[in-house]
């Protein structure tokens, strides 16, 4: 019988899943789009942006923060995911430090009124671990559980790649996704290698389009420098994974952070360029050719990484409401 780990501080579940796994949706009156992300360095913690088309973002209570964090060494929310479970909350799990080996938790009726934040001790069970990056979480529909994503470096675990990471004081980062699942947010299975392409990996995420899942994922080798996205076809949430595609961010711009929207028959894949100091985005109508839409978007000034999702116009109307 596979040992199940009790973490009282880890809950978190999405109806779906976080940035991926998306079921199809069409621009109507009743809906409209969310966008959850960090300002800076993360400290002031969640913010909004909404928009009803997916190309013109508005940053929501005049682009003031929506919830700010109380928990991690460090008291950071980068990295903010959200999505609704089936208990109707919305879940929200976030990266709570650079050098944090938990991750943030806090779920919320109505994305204004917030939980108690928890630190979730994902990799407690690992002395050397350096951190716990960027979470995701995905109800998977064929198991009946939630699955939670993050990537971690533990110093000497895959030797053969650690020599092209970036720095992280005297050890090289040298990323890994690894993952936990759960069916009632009160007992967990052992957090586990998830993913292992066979270089440094962060910020996977899985999108939902032509009848089956999709696997994206950031290549986070330094030396040399990669820092783009790939797709990978997904048997199910659980892989097997497919091949790796070839880079589909622009030649030469460091790319991170994934998220999808399905808007009608177009898959919209935004992303993070972070070295250059702007978000962008990627358009698709089969997950294999892409088309660089940057031009075409609207971003509030310097978001950061995190979540577009779907949600009611009238939360949207009542979120757009509320005074900065």
């Known amino acids: 019988m596979k040992r199940r780990t009790t ?4 809950a978190s579940g999405l109806l779906g899943g976080c940035a991926g796994a998306l079921p199809a949706s069409r621009s109507t009156e009743d809906q409209a789009y969310l966008f959850s992300y960090f300002l800076g360095n993360g400290a002031d913690g969640l913010h909004f942006a909404a928009s009803r088309d997916g190309y ?9 923060s929506f919830l700010a964090p109380t928990v991690g060494p460090t008291k950071l ?9 089936p208990d109707g909350l919305f879940h929200m799990v976030w990266t709570s430090g650079w050098n944090d080996t938990g991750i943030g938790y806090a779920s919320s009726p109505d994305l204004v009124q917030w939980s108690n934040q928890r630190s979730l001790p994902v990799m407690a069970h690992e002395p050397t671990a350096l951190n716990a990056w960027a979470p995701e979480v995905f ?9 939670i994503l993050w990537s971690s470096t533990i ?7 650690e020599a092209g990471g970036d720095a992280a004081g005297d050890k090289k980062y040298d990323h890994r996704i690894y993952a936990t699942t759960t069916k009632d947010f009160a007992s967990f299975t052992p957090t586990r290698l998830f993913y292992d392409p066979g270089f440094s990996v962060i910020d996977a995420t899985f999108v939902r389009a032509l009848g089956r899942d999709w696997l994206v994922v950031k290549d986070e080798t330094r030396h040399p420098p990669r ?10 949430l659980e892989g097997p994974f497919g091949t790796l595609s070839t880079p589909i961010t622009p030649a030469g711009l460091w790319a991170e952070g994934p998220s999808a929207l399905q808007v009608g028959d177009e898959v919209l894949l935004y992303f993070d360029a972070y070295t250059a100091g702007h978000y962008g985005a990627l358009r698709s109508r089969d997950m294999l050719h892409w088309e660089d839409v940057s031009t075409r978007m ?17 939360l949207v109307e009542r979120l757009r409401a509320l005074a900065p």
């Open 7 to 10: 973490l009282a501080l880890l």
């Open 56 to 64: 013109h973002w508005e940053a929501l209570r005049g682009g003031a």
């Open 77 to 85: 929310m980068r990295d903010p995911c959200i999505a609704r479970g």
């Open 139 to 147: 109800y998977d529909t064929a198991r009946s559980h939630f699955l």
């Open 155 to 161: 110093p000497g675990r895959f030797p053969r790649t």
């Open 227 to 236: 820092k783009y996205l790939q797709v990978a076809q997904a048997a199910s």
């Open 298 to 314: 609207r971003f509030p000034h310097k978001m950061r990484h995190g979540t577009a999702f779907a949600a009611p116009a009238s």
